[in-house]
């Protein structure tokens, strides 16, 4: 079993990496629906960020590198936002939620932190479909270069150890 603080301040930093980072390149992407999703991701995960730093008390949490590198890349790559919704989908998404179960499973009888996990759950599924919605009427994008990038995000995160998903603690 592991201790609720450290699994708090783990989740804390991915969803912090997640809030920080959208919200950081929500307004400079060039396709609006694109930035519409983006921001109200960023305020969807800032709001779990929030519920894990009141649960967290004091102290900084840095938000998890590897999670920022992503998106920066991401963004790097295609400014119209697609492979961010991409990043998203498919290589930070799908690893939020396998460690959000980790967690769950892993935690003692700490309701309050359960709940939190429970809520984020929801929330990133609820994100993911939201994505599918917004890119479900745009083109397939066939470009070779588009697609070894998003290849090189997933190998990004396998790289460094997160092949499956972020972790429950540091």
Not at 5 to 10: I, N, P
Not at 72 to 95: C, E, I, W, Y
Request: glycine share 8%.
């Amino acid at each position: 079993m592991v201790e609720s603080r450290d699994v708090a301040e783990h989740l804390l930093s991915c969803f912090d990496a997640v809030y920080v980072g959208l919200g950081e390149c929500a307004p400079t992407l060039g396709t609006d629906a694109y930035v519409v999703r983006v921001h109200e991701m960023a305020r969807s995960f800032g709001g779990v960020a929030l519920e894990l730093r009141e649960y967290v008390g004091r102290g900084e949490v840095a938000p998890l590198a590897v999670i920022r590198e992503v998106l920066d890349q991401a963004l790097a790559k295609d400014p119209s936002g697609a492979m961010t919704l991409f990043a998203m989908a498919l290589v930070v998404g799908p690893r939020l939620l396998v460690s959000l179960r980790d967690a769950r499973e892993g935690l003692g009888p700490d309701a309050e932190l359960r709940t939190i996990c429970e809520r984020a759950a929801q929330v990133t599924v609820q994100q993911l479909l939201q994505i599918a919605n917004t890119t479900q009427h745009h083109e397939d994008i066939d470009d070779p270069g588009w697609q070894e990038g998003a290849r090189r995000l997933t190998q990004l995160v396998e790289s460094a150890g997160n092949a499956e998903s972020f972790g429950i603690s540091r």
